[in-house]
């Protein structure tokens, strides 16, 4: 069954839904106002306080019929926190459904149409004005409606939602991509490589391929800390000879990039660091000038926010305003000598003239525990690194 339309707004949605009760520290299970998302049989879930931001990532064995009132009991691991009444619980690992609101002719109101990925770059998010609707063609599938066709567009691509392994980089750029290449079985442990960078872990940590993972992010690694109150865990390259990673001269224009996720955020006895960038250690460290800049974060410093880091040993820093939370990130720096831009998902969040010291290695990526004995983690999708030896950027 097809039928043809005008798009009115794009949104998307979580699966998943809210506490329809408040749940208290080591309960083993929650309630939540509908359960139509969670799997019958068992699965994980991210469940994050409103309050604060505190999140964590538990597993959950089975749900409960429908109560009469809508609700079901979800049977889980020990909550770790306290959680109150509309928090949200979300299908985990995440993955956003994209839908739009369709109106069919000669209705007063408008169908739900989820979006397939194929057409999620070529249709913007957000209301359309009066008169700037497109028309799309929707077909019933199951119960559910799919945009199947846009009609009478011209096709445009949102860069920002292309897979970057498929990118083709200039010839005049020397880069390193590392993308979908993640696929091992087990910790890697202490140390071993993975296309020239260097992971480290110390104090009981691991690198380890992401499990669960969903289609839509093949190849994700996991850094995680262990339970140890010193644990840590990092991609870095300054502890071996890898060209262009020990790069100590930034001459023309250079682009790093890199994609992951907090699935639990520092907190109060559970402290922990993150740095990604250029550093000679793996805390970003403050040991010697130019030890580190990138992007940093710690519940304790900044208000919460990320923080631009131009030269953590002289303490050259710009808050971009922005919190950490719990979802999928971008994260840029453009350099072209003397200027540093710092962006999120595309969003230009700091342009200065900081001066630019020299560093030993690139650090894609750091996670380091500083108090409690739960496992904190940072989730890696990807890190891309071009420069080129002229005076245009590095893209």
Same mark, same amino acid.
């Given at each position: 069954m097809?039928?043809?339309?005008?798009?009115?707004?794009?949104?998307?949605t979580?699966?998943?839904d809210?506490l329809a009760?408040?749940?208290?520290?080591?309960?083993t299970s929650?309630t939540?106002?509908a359960?139509?998302?969670?799997?019958d049989d068992?699965g994980?879930?991210l469940?994050?306080?409103a309050?604060?931001?505190?999140?964590e990532v538990l597993?959950?064995?089975?749900?409960?019929?429908?109560?009469?009132?809508?609700t079901?009991?979800i049977?889980?691991?020990a909550?770790?926190?306290?959680?109150d009444a509309g928090?949200?619980?979300?299908?985990y690992?995440t993955?956003? $459904?994209?839908?739009a609101?369709v109106?069919?002719?000669?209705?007063? $109101?408008?169908?739900e149409?989820?979006?397939?990925?194929?057409?999620?770059g070529r249709?913007?998010?957000?209301?359309?004005?009066?008169g700037?609707e497109?028309a799309?063609a929707?077909?019933?599938i199951?119960l559910?409606?799919w945009?199947?066709d846009?009609?009478?567009v011209?096709?445009?691509d949102d860069g920002?939602?292309?897979e970057?392994?498929t990118?083709?980089v200039?010839d005049?750029?020397v880069?390193?991509?590392?993308?979908d290449?993640?696929y091992?079985s087990?910790?890697?442990?202490?140390s071993?490589?993975?296309?020239?960078?260097?992971l480290?872990?110390?104090?009981?940590?691991?690198?380890s391929?992401?499990?669960g993972?969903?289609s839509?992010?093949?190849?994700?690694?996991?850094?995680?800390?262990?339970t140890?109150?010193?644990?840590a865990a990092?991609?870095?390259?300054?502890d071996v000879?890898c060209?262009?990673?020990?790069?100590s001269?930034?001459?023309?224009?250079?682009?790093?990039?890199?994609?992951?996720?907090l699935?639990?955020?520092?907190a109060?006895g $559970?402290?922990?660091?993150?740095?990604s960038?250029?550093g000679?250690?793996?805390?970003?460290?403050s040991?010697?000038a130019?030890?580190?800049?990138?992007?940093?974060?710690c519940?304790?410093d900044?208000?919460?926010?990320w923080?631009?880091v131009?030269?953590e040993?002289?303490?050259?820093?710009f808050?971009?305003?922005v919190a950490?939370?719990t979802d999928?990130?971008r994260?840029?720096?453009e350099?072209?000598?003397?200027?540093?831009r710092?962006? &999120?998902?595309d969003v230009?969040?700091v342009? $200065?003239?900081?001066? &630019?010291?020299?560093f030993?290695?690139l650090l894609?990526?750091?996670i380091?525990?500083?108090t409690?004995t739960?496992?904190?983690r940072l989730?890696?999708d990807?890190?891309?690194?071009?420069?080129r030896?002229?005076?245009?950027?590095?893209?």
């Amino acid at each position: 069954m097809r039928e043809h339309g005008l798009l009115r707004n794009v949104y998307t949605t979580l699966p998943g839904d809210v506490l329809a009760a408040d749940a208290s520290t080591s309960a083993t299970s929650i309630t939540v106002e509908a359960g139509d998302d969670f799997d019958d049989d068992g699965g994980e879930f991210l469940i994050t306080r409103a309050s604060d931001g505190v999140s964590e990532v538990l597993a959950f064995s089975a749900k409960s019929d429908e109560a009469q009132d809508g609700t079901v009991v979800i049977t889980c691991d020990a909550l770790g926190y306290d959680y109150d009444a509309g928090d949200a619980v979300a299908v985990y690992p995440t993955d956003r $459904e994209w839908w739009a609101q369709v109106l069919l002719p000669d209705d007063e $109101e408008t169908a739900e149409a989820l979006i397939p990925l194929a057409l999620r770059g070529r249709i913007p998010l957000g209301e359309r004005a009066p008169g700037s609707e497109e028309a799309v063609a929707i077909e019933l599938i199951g119960l559910d409606w799919w945009i199947c066709d846009m009609m009478g567009v011209d096709p445009v691509d949102d860069g920002s939602f292309t897979e970057r392994a498929t990118v083709q980089v200039a010839d005049s750029h020397v880069a390193s991509v590392f993308d979908d290449c993640f696929y091992r079985s087990g910790d890697v442990g202490y140390s071993g490589g993975v296309d020239g960078a260097f992971l480290h872990a110390v104090s009981g940590a691991g690198i380890s391929p992401l499990s669960g993972v969903n289609s839509t992010r093949p190849g994700m690694l996991a850094l995680k800390t262990g339970t140890d109150t010193a644990g840590a865990a990092a991609l870095l390259s300054a502890d071996v000879t890898c060209w262009p990673f020990a790069y100590s001269d930034f001459v023309g224009s250079h682009v790093f990039e890199v994609a992951f996720r907090l699935p639990n955020l520092s907190a109060t006895g $559970e402290k922990y660091k993150v740095h990604s960038g250029w550093g000679d250690q793996l805390d970003g460290g403050s040991a010697a000038a130019g030890s580190f800049m990138g992007w940093y974060y710690c519940h304790t410093d900044n208000g919460a926010n990320w923080l631009a880091v131009a030269d953590e040993f002289s303490a050259i820093t710009f808050d971009t305003g922005v919190a950490a939370d719990t979802d999928w990130h971008r994260f840029r720096i453009e350099i072209e000598d003397p200027r540093v831009r710092w962006y &999120i998902d595309d969003v230009l969040m700091v342009d $200065e003239a900081p001066g &630019i010291p020299d560093f030993g290695g690139l650090l894609p990526a750091s996670i380091v525990k500083h108090t409690g004995t739960t496992d904190r983690r940072l989730y890696l999708d990807y890190y891309r690194y071009t420069f080129r030896l002229d005076a245009d950027l590095a893209r």
